[in-house]
């Protein structure tokens, strides 16, 4: 257990509807990171939280959206699903500087 | 855009042998991550690299950083198929973590 927890495990949605992930990070830290992880692409960055404020953006689609609560939890929502969506989505945390992140086991999105 | 290259992208070796995985970027870091994953779960730091020059050991892992800070070598001596899975570098600068798009490893016993 790396003490990142992402749930669901496995979510499969059909095309158009929208879906939310859900992450809570390691105890003490509060960056929250998201991730998206498909084969041809790797492992790509969507967007930083830290301490309930948006910190950076990378490649995150404008139907995609996140927020970090209080509690330091984190939810990705995803809408109007395409099949091109389909991939292992990360949530990562750490203490912020240039510290190593830690990885949830990740949500496994297949979109059909 | 900073981008991180890894090389080989597939690597299947038998159990023994030395191999050494590679990543590489035009781009200047002021740190290196290695990180390996595994199926069904998220990647897991195995070293960071700071200075240029550096070498780190764990066990039979040797991690150098090179002297530009652009780019890391990873060396496994005596693989085993423990080793077995996929290993990402990441560059940290500015901005969250780059990641390549990592070597797959499998050590065949």
């Known amino acids: 257990d790396s003490g990142v927890t992402q749930t669901p495990k496995h979510l499969i949605t059909a095309t158009g509807q929208r879906v939310t992930l859900r992450c809570s990070p390691r105890?003490?830290?509060?960056?929250v990171y998201w991730y998206q992880q498909s084969l041809d692409q790797g492992l790509q960055f969507l967007i930083q939280?830290?301490?309930?404020?948006?910190?950076a953006k990378g490649n995150i689609l404008e139907r995609f959206s996140a927020q970090q609560f209080p509690d330091l939890h984190s939810e990705l929502n995803l809408s109007s699903l395409e099949l091109g969506d389909s991939a292992l989505y990360f949530c990562?945390?750490?203490?912020?500087?240039?510290?190593?992140?830690?990885f949830g086991s990740g949500t496994r999105l297949t979109v059909v | 855009t900073q981008l991180l290259e890894q090389s080989p992208q597939f690597l299947s070796i038998q159990e023994g042998e030395n191999l050494t995985v590679y990543c590489n970027s035009s781009s200047v870091f002021s740190s290196l991550q290695w990180y390996r994953q595994e199926p069904g779960e998220g990647p897991v730091l195995l070293v960071t690299?700071?200075?240029?020059?550096e070498v780190k050991k764990l066990k039979r892992l040797t991690f150098q950083f090179g002297d530009a800070r652009k780019d890391s070598s990873l060396h496994i001596t005596a693989a085993q198929p423990g080793d077995t899975g996929l290993y990402l570098c990441a560059g940290s600068g500015n901005t969250p973590l780059v990641f390549g798009k990592g070597t797959r490893l499998s050590v065949i016993a």
């Open positions: 690299v700071v200075t240029g020059g």
């Open positions: 105890s003490g830290d509060l960056s």
């Open positions: 990562a945390s750490s203490l912020g500087g240039s510290g190593g992140y830690t």
């Open positions: 939280y830290y301490n309930g404020e948006e910190r």
